[in-house]
């Protein structure tokens, strides 16, 4: 059974810093790329960041370049994302996916169940 | 990149059918066949119903389908049963540069 875990959140104030973690079981980790996806409290679902199998290649969207990083840890099956210089707009759950694999692989078949993160004075 | 545009909420009676629109740009839904479908409750995480467009995972019911013509992908869900209540989310692959728009979401819901 395919399972990813999160953990890491909580609360931060302006400008400090969070590192969320993913653990992976079920499915060859190493074998997919992965995402993080993040949704703000009565919002909807934002991607965040995605890296591929081997760590070669990672991908931001606009308003986090430069501040959070995605990494994984394939002999660990675990994903992170560092997250720096945070904002209160950075303030939701965020969840760990995994890219499809029935398919081409541009969706997301599994995620986890979030972490939350609140950033605030 | 602005998010893809879906109606608030769409409502029905038990047994009969409804469409969710999703409606992008050519830069997304128009360009790429990888539109998927996500329902959520309350507190939960997403789970996937569509992918590329019209196909269901295993395990989903075949009472979901999806479509897309031109820059607008749609989800309809026949039979409507009262644990279809949930939000819905479509959401585009848009090239290696965004790489991924979420829609704003559809409130479905069961009267």
């Known amino acids: 059974e395919v399972q990813l875990v999160e953990s890491g959140g909580g609360l931060v104030q302006p400008g400090g810093s969070l590192r969320l973690s993913c653990g992976a079981s079920?499915?060859?980790?190493?074998?997919?790329?992965m995402s993080w996806v993040r949704q703000a409290p009565g919002k909807g679902l934002e991607w965040v960041a995605n890296i591929k199998k081997d760590g070669s290649e990672k991908y931001y969207m606009d308003s986090v370049k430069g501040r959070f990083t995605i990494s994984r840890d394939n002999a660990r099956n675990s994903l992170y994302l560092q997250m720096n210089s945070l904002r209160v707009e950075d303030t939701a759950v965020y969840f760990c996916?995994?890219?499809?694999?029935?398919?081409?692989?541009?969706?997301?078949?599994?995620w986890g169940q979030g972490t939350l993160v609140t950033v605030s004075s | 990149q602005s998010a893809l545009t879906q109606p608030a909420s769409v409502s029905g009676s038990p047994g009969q059918s409804i469409t969710i629109s999703c409606t992008g740009t050519s830069s997304d839904v128009g360009k790429y066949n990888f539109v998927s479908w996500y329902q959520q409750n309350p507190g939960k995480a997403p789970k996937l119903m569509i992918y590329e467009v019209n196909k269901r995972p295993s395990g989903v019911s075949n009472r979901f389908s999806g479509s897309k013509s031109g820059t607008a992908a749609s989800l309809t869900i026949s039979g409507l049963q009262a644990e279809d209540e949930a939000d819905y989310y479509c959401c585009s692959y848009a090239g290696s540069t965004i790489n991924y728009v979420f829609g704003t979401g559809t409130k479905v819901i069961v009267l």
């Open positions: 996916a995994r890219y499809g694999v029935a398919g081409s692989g541009f969706d997301f078949d599994y």
């Open positions: 079920g499915f060859t980790f190493s074998s997919v790329w």
